[in-house]
């Protein structure tokens, strides 16, 4: 059933309480750039949950890497989210070999290098922007509008930290920022319908995410994790324990909500004109 580590305190009695709801909810996921970070952590979830997963990504290798070590219950597919036509041909596809598609978590998205507005060409803002907000948006188009029709489904979208406070990565957090409104309008527009559209805000994330091929596989966290009350990177398993929940019928209740998982990033963004937070020095 469902693996938490010890780490997971309330979320490992949530797994022996409720280690069958994701199948009743969910039989099968699709998650796009599912073949690694936090798409990944999700994946496996699925299928350590006992459901099936769809992992959608534009590098085919890597998701069937994935599809290989998580075995039957697990297809892989190379995936233009911003291909509408595309999605859609992948969409039957997997709509004759998984069982009933209840699930959606959409992952895909490109990084950004922060640069200024005067260095930064409008071609690569949109291509960021697209990726993270039009992506979302076709997803959902796809295959939530096929859930609708079917009155059952779960959505969860990525959000970040970024969609509420700004920073200097001046296409992903607009992005970012729109995915929320999104979530909430297709929320309220499904909502009679069976289908409940949700969102995490990670905060900073160990993913390869973290250190694009623009920074050459190279960050200094330091400045993050002074950014951070609990003063460490977020794991990936971590995020996919919430959005795990927000497939679920333990959070039927939840529509529209955004859920910080941050470390405290949110909460602490107050903080340093006092000094910074409590016990750091």
């Not at 200024?116 to 409008?122: A, D, L």
């Not at 995490?200 to 200094?220: Q, Y």
Request: proline share 7%; glycine share 10%; net charge neutral.
């Amino acid at each position: 059933m469902t693996k938490f580590t010890a780490q997971s305190g309330i979320l490992s009695i949530y797994s022996s309480r409720y280690a069958g709801t994701l199948i009743m909810q969910a039989p099968s996921v699709v998650v796009t750039g599912g073949a690694s970070g936090i798409g990944a952590a999700v994946c496996r979830q699925v299928v350590d949950s006992g459901g099936y997963v769809a992992i959608l990504d534009l590098d085919l290798d890597a998701a069937e890497a994935l599809r290989a070590e998580l075995g039957m219950r697990a297809y892989a597919s190379r995936a233009n989210v911003l291909d509408e036509a595309d999605l859609t041909a992948t969409h039957r596809i997997l709509a004759k070999e998984l069982p009933p598609i209840n699930g959606l978590v959409n992952c895909a998205g490109i990084a950004q290098v922060p640069k200024p507005i005067e260095e930064y060409p409008t071609e690569d803002w949109a291509r960021v922007v697209d990726s993270h907000l039009k992506g979302t948006y076709i997803s959902c188009r796809v295959f939530g509008a096929a859930m609708a029709l079917r009155a059952s489904g779960a959505i969860v979208n990525v959000a970040s930290v970024l969609s509420f406070r700004p920073g200097p990565v001046l296409a992903y957090g607009p992005a970012k920022a729109a995915v929320v409104n999104l979530t909430e309008a297709l929320a309220v527009h499904w909502a009679n319908r069976g289908v409940r559209v949700n969102a995490v805000a990670p905060g900073w994330t160990d993913t390869p995410f973290l250190k694009p091929k623009e920074r050459a596989g190279e960050r200094d966290i330091t400045p993050i994790l002074r950014a951070t009350p609990l003063g460490r990177l977020m794991k990936p398993q971590e995020i996919a324990n919430v959005i795990h929940f927000l497939l679920s019928p333990a959070s039927s209740a939840i529509i529209g909500a955004t859920i910080p998982c941050d470390g405290g990033v949110i909460a602490g963004s107050g903080w340093a004109p006092y000094g910074g937070f409590p016990g750091v020095g």
